[in-house]
Nanobody, 126 residues
Framework: QVQLVESGGGLVQAGVSLRLSCAAS????????MGWFRQAPGKEREFVAV????????YYTDSVKGRFTISRDNAKNTVYLQMNSLKPEDTAVYYC???????????????????WGQGTQVTVSS
């Protein structure tokens, strides 16, 4: 069992940076690949980024490549999402998610993640 708690969201202006954190409970954090998803108002939840258990493999959705960086600290049971050059279209509730084991080509599928946080709101004004 893994419990996830996100933090770090807020209201910011376009162009600035935010770092989201997701703290996980349990002693097996390093057994999980960790992902970030987001849901904008009126839209379906979408994949943002994923990182494997060691941090050696990451994937991003095209719209955030070069601006967002996912990382993890297994000693602190925490995964991060560094968001730079934020745009109004990044406005969404951001969710952290965990999936046991490794991932392959299905890293973007919500159904493959068994644990979810409650979400943190990120609002980017123009």
């Amino acid at each position: 069992q893994v419990q996830l708690v996100e933090s770090g969201g807020g209201l910011v202006q376009a162009g600035v940076s935010l770092r989201l954190s997701c703290a996980a409970s349990g002693r097996t954090f390093s057994s999980y690949a960790m992902g970030w998803f987001r849901q904008a108002p009126g839209k379906e939840r979408e994949f943002v980024a994923v990182i494997n258990w060691s941090g050696g493999s990451t994937y991003y959705t095209d719209s955030v490549k070069g601006r967002f960086t996912i990382s993890r600290d297994n000693a602190k049971n925490t995964v991060y999402l560094q968001m730079n050059s934020l745009k109004p279209e990044d406005t969404a509730v951001y969710y952290c998610a965990a999936r046991l084991g490794s991932y392959s080509g299905n890293y973007y599928l919500e159904s493959k993640y068994g644990y979810w946080g409650q979400g943190t709101q990120v609002t980017v004004s123009s």
